[in-house]
């Protein structure tokens, strides 16, 4: 079949504006299905980084937006002598908006001597001495950095908030891009006096093959009667929790998804019937001189495929540029999901673009392989 696909591209050439129509539609189709494949994936990809990393965190009981949980500091030292503690770093969190949000902003106040520990940053400019010595300086995401057009040494303020960029870093994790790290004391006083002292979350780092449940179970029963209970899960858990509605509007996405392969179903399937009907007389004179039934069959279903394809090209190739420029992400109660714009959502993609061009080449190419010669040449 692949000698033929000169004939297919002249005859795909010959209707210029409608080969280009439903290239065009095909490939914003895919755009759309590549957009929430990406944040899919990005969901999943956090869960699953969270829970393979063995950290709980301990947030107060009954509260929801990071503003208004308030642990006591020193927690931390009565949680780091239980049996299978690694570590506990404590964590201020301040975030502009606590709703959904395509761009929310989001400071995470950690002790200077404890951020590499606790975090897998390697910065991209800037230096971590820059960033130690300065209590009002900060280190920021790629992500971030990106969105709002964030150089080393510009001064960067939000609501009473106002740090010194210090250094951007990258991470194998693309949600932690998204965030702002400063200094714990720092942004403790800079919420308020009756602040210091508390912090919003204490983050757990266990031992390898301590049990993650037991550990949660016994944090809260430590400080059950303490003044201040705590609510204590597993960091992915906690972060799906966080998201709460969000993840069900980004599963129920995928529903968005379906209806961009029908789309692509639906416009190759009439553009190809019209191609057909049009070239009817056509399919007649290859018969006439030698091609079987099955040779235009496979003719048909050769073009389908091709102007499918084509369209997914364009449209994941499009999308995929959009996401890596734009850095997207989307996060709720201060937990960020990025947009992950990564081979397997391109061949997804391309997958779902040939796989529509086949199937919606079957009646096409059926009725194109049944024309009977005699009165397919009679016809006008």
Not at 207 to 227: K, N, V
Not at 262 to 280: F, H, N, P, Q
């Given at each position: 079949?692949?000698?033929?696909?000169?004939y297919?591209?002249?005859?795909?050439?010959?209707?210029?504006?409608?080969?280009a129509?439903?290239?065009?539609?095909?490939?914003?189709?895919?755009?759309?299905?590549?957009?929430?494949?990406?944040?899919?994936?990005?969901?999943?990809?956090?869960q699953?980084?969270?829970?393979?990393k063995?950290?709980?965190?301990?947030?107060?009981?009954?509260?929801?937006?990071?503003a208004?949980?308030?642990?006591?500091?020193d927690?931390?030292?009565?949680?780091?002598?239980?049996?299978?503690?690694?570590?506990?770093?404590?964590?201020?969190?301040?975030?502009?908006?606590?709703?959904?949000?395509?761009?929310v902003?989001?400071?995470?106040?950690?002790?200077?001597?404890?951020?590499?520990?606790?975090?897998?940053?390697?910065l991209?400019?800037?230096?971590?001495?820059?960033?130690?010595?300065?209590?009002?300086?900060?280190?920021?995401?790629?992500?971030v950095?990106?969105?709002?057009?964030?150089?080393?040494?510009?001064?960067?303020?939000?609501?009473?908030?106002?740090?010194?960029?210090?250094?951007?870093?990258?991470?194998?994790?693309?949600?932690?891009?998204?965030?702002?790290?400063?200094?714990?004391?720092?942004?403790?006083?800079?919420?308020?006096?009756?602040?210091?002292?508390?912090?919003?979350?204490?983050?757990v780092?266990l031992?390898?093959?301590?049990?993650?449940?037991?550990?949660?179970?016994?944090?809260?029963?430590?400080?059950?009667?303490?003044?201040v209970?705590?609510?204590?899960?597993?960091?992915?858990?906690f972060?799906?929790?966080?998201?709460?509605?969000?993840?069900?509007?980004i599963?129920?996405?995928?529903?968005l998804?379906?209806?961009?392969?029908?789309?692509?179903?639906?416009?190759?399937?009439?553009?190809?019937?019209?191609?057909?009907?049009?070239?009817?007389?056509?399919h007649?004179?290859?018969?006439?001189?030698?091609?079987?039934?099955?040779?235009?069959?496979?003719?048909?279903m050769?073009?389908?495929?091709?102007?499918?394809?084509?369209?997914?090209?364009?449209?994941?190739?499009?999308?995929?540029?959009?996401?890596?420029?734009?850095?997207?992400?989307?996060?709720?109660?201060?937990?960020?999901?990025?947009?992950?714009?990564?081979?397997?959502?391109?061949?997804?993609?391309?997958?779902?673009?040939?796989?529509?061009?086949?199937?919606?080449g079957?009646?096409?190419?059926?009725?194109?392989?049944r024309?009977?010669?005699?009165?397919?040449?009679?016809?006008?």
């Open positions: 079949m692949l000698r033929f696909v000169p297919i591209l002249k005859t795909l050439w010959r209707h210029r504006s409608r080969t129509l439903t290239v065009s539609g095909s490939a914003v189709a895919l755009f759309v299905f590549c957009f929430v494949a990406a944040i899919q994936q990005g969901m999943d990809d956090l699953e980084r969270q829970s393979a063995g950290t709980l965190i301990a947030f107060q009981a009954n509260k929801f937006c990071p208004t949980s308030h642990l006591p500091q927690y931390d030292s009565q949680i780091a002598r239980l049996n299978g503690v690694k570590d506990v770093v404590p964590v201020q969190v301040f975030t502009n908006n606590c709703r959904a949000s395509l761009d902003i989001v400071f995470y106040g950690v002790p200077a001597d404890r951020i590499q520990s606790a975090r897998d940053f390697q991209v400019t800037g230096s971590w001495s820059e960033f130690e010595s300065h209590q009002d300086s900060a280190v920021v995401g790629r992500s950095a990106t969105r709002r057009g964030i150089k080393v040494g510009d001064k960067f303020s939000i609501g009473d908030i106002s740090v010194n960029i210090a250094g951007i870093f990258r991470s194998s994790d693309p949600g932690e891009e998204n965030y702002i790290y400063s200094h714990l004391d720092f942004l403790q006083r800079t919420r308020g006096a009756n602040l210091v002292g508390t912090v919003t979350q204490l983050e780092l031992e390898p093959g301590a049990d993650p449940d037991a550990l949660c179970r016994e944090i809260d029963d430590t400080f059950r009667g303490g003044p209970e705590t609510d204590t899960r597993a960091k992915g858990a972060q799906a929790k966080s998201l709460g509605d969000l993840v069900q509007l599963n129920m996405a995928r529903y998804g379906y209806a961009c392969v029908g789309l692509v179903l639906a416009l190759v399937a009439t553009t190809t019937i019209m191609s057909v009907e049009d070239r009817i007389r056509e007649a004179v290859l018969q006439t001189l030698g091609f079987s039934g099955p040779r235009v069959f496979g003719i048909v050769t073009e389908c495929m091709i102007l499918s394809f084509a369209g997914g090209c364009l449209g994941v190739g499009t999308a995929l540029l959009v996401l890596k420029v734009s850095s997207l992400s989307v996060a709720a109660e201060a937990v960020a999901v990025a947009f992950s714009p990564s081979l397997g959502v391109a061949l997804s993609g391309l997958t779902v673009s040939v796989f529509a061009g086949a199937i919606a079957i009646a096409p190419a059926i009725h194109a392989a024309t009977e010669i005699v009165p397919a040449l009679r016809h006008t």
